[in-house]
């Protein structure tokens, strides 16, 4: 009985052992599979971050290369978006048809520049006709000045259309300077056409302006720019006499003359010595407007004799490549005294003949306003003085040419003195 249950029992003993040991195999074979799939998982998992990683490292390489495209692609359109040099102003009233003839001669030229000389035409009262012909321009900004103050003239029998045009220009001036916060200004009119080089001349002139304070407005008008008088397209002069009719100021100059402003006559009072306080104005030997409009506010006044025969430079100047830092004040007074000493002189009566025997420039001397106006009269060039200086003048001395290319310098009493000659 005992040895049956020992028996038994040892049976017992030895079926939990390899239960026990079936149990710890698969215990074990259970494990192997798990430490392989976990094995495979920490195997997948590191290429999934490694695959992640270079995601990443691609996704950041495009995500700067997208910056660079955007950043080069933003440097594109700011270069495209340029700083104006001027805006141009026509000043209009009630000439439509005049209007237009300028309108179409400045975009012939402005449309290629138009970033650079932003144009407006400024209309002086409610001429539906010049309204509806500066609105049918999509390349212009229209301004309208409409002023209902009686007009009071400061003398008897003065026409009330000169102190119209200078409220307008003030006005006008203003809206530009102040409210569309331009840096310079060119003012054209309502009859003039310009040159090929016009926008080129003035894009210069605005550098030659920035480094020269002494200069007051640029022009491209000469005002003994007649054909027969006229000869380089590329010469440039300073002179003492404002000559306007197509000019450029800055607007450090205007926030100084707009206060004081005059009632009337703006051109002559800018001529005033009060008011330009020596600075002087650059012109061209050629000019760059023609000036058209022989019906107007000065009905006609010089046109046929000093307007119609007028040169418009039919030159592209390329005004990019000039130096014209001769032009500055240091350097000009000596150059322009210079060329006027090897200048030959000419002495008596008969000017004209005598200069056209002479081979080379001449000079020709004269004593006060009367004697300049004699000499000035047989040339056939401007008479006219304002406030002791005569047009195109500079130290007194007026130059053109007769017959081209010999310069003729028709010199004050004063000139040498100016200028800095004690002798020739």
């Known amino acids: 009985m005992t040895n049956k249950f020992l028996c038994d029992f040892r049976f017992l003993l030895l079926a ?31 290429r999934c971050t490694s695959q992640m990683r270079k995601l990443i490292d691609q996704i950041s390489m495009q995500q700067s290369r997208i910056v660079d495209l955007e950043v080069k692609g933003l440097q594109r359109r700011m270069n495209k978006i340029q ?11 009630n000439r439509a048809d005049y209007l237009e003839r300028t309108i179409k001669s400045i975009l012939k030229y402005q449309n290629a520049v ?31 000045h409409l002023d209902s103050k009686l007009v009071q003239t400061e003398r008897p029998g003065e ?39 016009f926008f080129d001349y003035f894009e210069a002139a605005a550098a030659l302006m920035e480094k020269d304070k002494t200069i007051m407005a640029v022009s491209s008008w000469n005002d ?9 397209p590329e010469i440039l002069y300073r002179s003492d006499f404002f000559p306007g009719l197509g000019w450029m100021l ?6 100084e003359l707009s206060p004081k402003w005059p009632k009337a006559y703006w051109d002559d009072w800018l001529r005033l010595q009060e008011n330009h306080k020596g600075r002087q104005f650059i012109r061209p030997e050629v000019c760059r407007t023609y000036n058209f409009g022989e019906h107007g506010s000065s009905l006609g006044q010089f046109f046929r004799q000093y ?53 080379g420039d001449v000079r020709v001397h004269y004593e006060d306003q009367p004697d300049f106006e004699r000499i000035a009269r047989q040339f056939g060039v401007f008479q006219e003085w304002k406030d002791g200086v005569p047009r195109t003048a500079y130290k007194g001395v007026v130059v053109f040419r007769y017959p081209p290319p010999r310069r003729v310098f028709l010199v004050g009493p004063k000139s040498f003195e100016l200028l800095g000659i004690k002798s020739v």
Request: with cysteine; charged share 25%; glycine share 2%.
């Open 250 to 255: 800055t607007k450090p100059t205007w926030n």
């Open 159 to 197: 026409l009330i259309a000169y102190y119209k045009i200078a409220r307008h220009y003030k006005w006008a001036l203003d809206k530009l300077f102040h409210e569309y916060k331009f840096s310079r200004v060119i003012i054209l009119e309502d009859d003039m056409e310009i040159a090929p080089d």
């Open 307 to 359: 307007l119609e025969p007028i040169k418009l430079n039919d030159v592209q100047v390329d005004w990019k490549s000039k130096d014209l830092s001769y032009l500055m004040e240091d350097k000009y007074i000596k150059l322009f005294a210079e060329i006027l000493k090897n200048a030959k002189p000419i002495n008596g009566a008969d000017a004209v003949l005598k200069a056209s025997n002479v081979q």
């Open 224 to 232: 003994n720019g007649q054909k027969q008088f006229v000869h380089d």
């Open 83 to 93: 700083t104006p040099v001027a805006a141009v102003v026509v000043m209009a009233c």
């Open 16 to 46: 939990a052992a390899v239960a026990f040991i079936y149990i710890q195999m698969r215990l074990f074979t259970t494990q192997s599979k798990y430490a392989d799939r976990l094995a495979n998982a920490v195997e997948a998992e590191t």
């Open 114 to 144: 138009a970033s650079k000389f932003p144009l407006f035409v400024s209309q002086d009262g409610s001429d539906p006709q010049v309204r509806k012909k500066a609105l049918s321009y999509d390349q212009l900004t229209h301004m309208q």
